[in-house]
């Protein structure tokens, strides 16, 4: 039987990364994401890889929503071994112009979402006596940055989250683990450097060495594959021992 994998954020960046990764590997999948088109990109995968997907545009703003979306999970493929909570929303402002609004939704997103979501899948996860839960966290879940108040927050609270359940899950064979990225190159992060070159007046090659790169050691943008290869290897059924720790991936930006 095929192991079942849920990706909150699947359809675009990091989660698709994942999602094809674990594609390869003949997971069923359960994407998740608010593209109109996420449903074909679900089943565009599927019959790639000949494997069973299912797609939804749950929101994340509503704990009733999430635990839907696992609920679904369960019922559409009878079982839900891995958890990859990816889906994020930033927002960028000095803290005195921060709008509550968004403060409260990335809050809700970045961090509730991953309660709720790993709540609704334990009790299958017991049942089973087998769940990796991945959280998709940042570097900026042990470091800091100017205006990232709620974002910085958020990423802190999911690796103390995922310590919690590391050793709530360990007498159940229930393993979770957080994956701490540097800058990635996703669309949402090419969009970015458009928009703050225009803002800096600089060159979108200048963006990237002196604003987005600066603080890495490195100065490349994280593979996505290399974040693909970790979730891969926490899925794995004999990384029972690896639990409650965070893997940065950040170009040597946490080493200074």
């Known amino acids: 039987m095929n192991k079942t994998i849920l990706i909150t954020g699947s359809t675009s960046g990091i989660g698709l990364g994942?999602?094809?990764?674990?594609?390869?590997?003949?997971?069923?999948?359960?994407?998740?994401?608010?593209?109109?088109?996420?449903?074909?990109?679900?089943?565009?995968?599927?019959?790639?890889?000949d494997i069973k997907v299912g797609f939804s545009n749950a929101n994340l703003l509503q704990s009733e929503a999430i635990e839907n979306l696992v609920?679904?999970?369960?019922?559409?493929?009878g079982s839900?071994?891995?958890?990859?909570?990816?889906?994020?929303i930033?927002?960028?402002?000095?803290?005195?112009?921060?709008?509550?609004?968004?403060y409260e939704n990335i809050i809700a997103v970045n961090m509730n979402a991953v309660f709720y979501a790993s709540k609704a899948a334990w009790k299958q996860m017991k049942k089973q006596n087998f769940g990796r839960i991945i959280n998709v966290s940042s570097v900026h879940g042990?470091?800091?940055?100017?205006?990232?108040?709620?974002?910085?927050?958020?990423?802190?609270?999911?690796?103390?989250?995922?310590?919690?359940?590391?050793?709530e899950g360990a007498p159940f064979n229930i393993t979770c683990n957080a994956i701490c990225p540097g800058y990635v190159k996703t669309p949402l992060v090419v969009g970015q450097i458009k928009d703050q070159?225009?803002?800096?007046?600089?060159?979108?090659?200048?963006?990237?060495?002196?604003?987005?790169?600066?603080?890495?050691?490195?100065?490349?943008?994280?593979?996505?594959?290399?974040?693909?290869?970790?979730?891969?290897?926490?899925?794995?059924?004999?990384?029972t021992t690896i639990t409650g720790t965070s893997f940065v991936l950040d170009g040597g930006w946490s080493a200074q």
Do not use: C
């Not at 609920?71 to 493929?77: K, L, P, R």
């Open 90 to 102: 930033q927002f960028v402002s000095p803290i005195e112009d921060f709008p509550n609004q968004k």
């Open 197 to 239: 070159a225009k803002a800096h007046q600089m060159t979108e090659e200048e963006v990237v060495e002196k604003v987005m790169l600066k603080k890495q050691a490195v100065k490349q943008f994280v593979p996505l594959e290399a974040i693909a290869n970790t979730a891969i290897l926490l899925a794995k059924e004999s990384s």
């Open 80 to 88: 839900l071994h891995v958890l990859v909570n990816n889906a994020g």
């Open 18 to 49: 994942i999602a094809k990764q674990f594609a390869t590997k003949g997971y069923n999948i359960m994407f998740h994401g608010l593209e109109s088109n996420g449903q074909d990109i679900a089943n565009n995968i599927g019959k790639e890889y």
């Open 142 to 167: 042990i470091r800091a940055s100017e205006f990232k108040s709620a974002y910085v927050t958020a990423k802190h609270g999911v690796i103390g989250m995922t310590k919690v359940m590391a050793l």
């Open 71 to 77: 609920t679904e999970t369960i019922n559409t493929f």
